[in-house]
């Protein structure tokens, strides 16, 4: 399997999500707290699939 970099929108995406699931981890965006995990893990399988996906 060859991975590829992912597109730029999709790298910042995925930093935005393991921030906001570190903030709601730590407490201080009640909102996200309760998904906090799955954040996390929806930001990792997103930087993921731009590895794993040419063009994405």
């Keep these: 399997m060859r991975l590829t970099p992912p597109k730029q929108w999709v790298f910042w995406a995925a930093l935005v999500l393991a921030v906001v699931a570190l903030l709601g981890a730590l407490g201080i ?4 707290a309760p998904y906090a995990t799955w954040l996390a893990v929806a930001g990792w399988a ?8 040419k063009g994405f």
């Design 29 to 32: 965006l009640a909102f996200a």
């Design 46 to 53: 997103l930087l993921a699939a731009g590895n794993a996906v």
